[in-house]
């Protein structure tokens, strides 16, 4: 399967605890992005890499989210000291530099704080 | 700021009947114009996009939507829904130019009925 790929599928974490996603995009995409969607809502922007460098943040990302993207492939989306207002499906897409900017979306990994 | 409007939170049609959801954006350009659907534990899928061009335009799975300048709309249609067609549908909108900040509605639940 070559299409964008999240890890893990589901969290389930205490208030307080860190916990870290990765998404693995299409190989030959170096756009990367990654939304928040919450029950009843469609997919909010958090932030957004060219390659390994993360070039917008959303206001929606606290100082206690931080994203990485270090070799250009693979990302990783870290909360540090998880509340109960992060419970949400956390969703990873991927797409080419060109002027169309279709993008391909993951499955998601869905975080419930307890 | 662009934002994207579906007025239809839940609509439920019968199998074999037509269907047409609604979609209204604002935006001070013509923006890049999209429809996803989102079935349970899957991720966002991709049914058709708008660039440019014929403002009619043929996506997957049998759907259509139809560009209206004067009227700030992009509605989805499909003639005959089958039971599969049951998900959730999120329309959205990018800027051209640039990376494409991709701007979601809050989604229409379709539900299929025998």
């Known amino acids: 399967d070559t299409g964008v790929s999240q890890d893990p599928r589901h969290k389930i974490t205490k208030r307080g605890q860190n916990v870290t996603f990765r998404c693995d995009p299409i190989?030959?995409?170096?756009?990367l992005y990654w939304y928040r969607q919450t029950l009843g809502q469609g997919p909010e922007f958090l932030t957004y890499?060219?390659?390994?460098?993360?070039?917008?943040k959303s206001r929606l990302l606290s100082d206690r989210f931080s994203a990485e993207r270090p070799k250009g492939s693979f990302s990783t989306l870290e909360i540090q000291r998880t509340e109960q207002g992060d419970s949400a499906m956390y969703l990873c897409?991927?797409?080419?530099?060109?002027?169309?900017?279709?993008?391909?979306f993951g499955p998601g990994t869905r975080l419930t704080v307890l | 700021a662009q934002s994207v409007t579906q007025p239809d939170i839940h609509i439920t049609v019968s199998e074999g009947a037509s269907l047409e959801l609604r979609c209204n954006y604002s935006?001070?350009?013509?923006?890049?114009l999209f429809w996803y659907v989102q079935s349970p534990g899957q991720g966002l899928q991709l049914l058709l996009k708008?660039?440019?061009?014929?403002?009619l335009v043929q996506g997957i799975k049998g759907f259509e939507a139809e560009f209206k300048r004067s009227q700030s709309s992009f509605n989805l249609r499909k003639p005959s829904v089958h039971w599969s067609d049951a998900a959730e549908y999120f329309c959205?909108?990018?800027?051209?130019?640039?990376?494409?900040?991709?701007?979601f509605g809050t989604g229409t639940k379709l539900q299929v009925i025998p």
């Open positions: 897409a991927s797409s080419v530099v060109r002027e169309y900017n279709e993008q391909f």
């Open positions: 935006y001070g350009a013509t923006p890049y």
């Open positions: 890499f060219q390659n390994e460098a993360q070039l917008e």
């Open positions: 708008y660039f440019s061009g014929d403002t």
């Open positions: 959205a909108v990018a800027l051209s130019g640039g990376y494409q900040k991709v701007t």
């Open positions: 190989s030959e995409h170096n756009r």
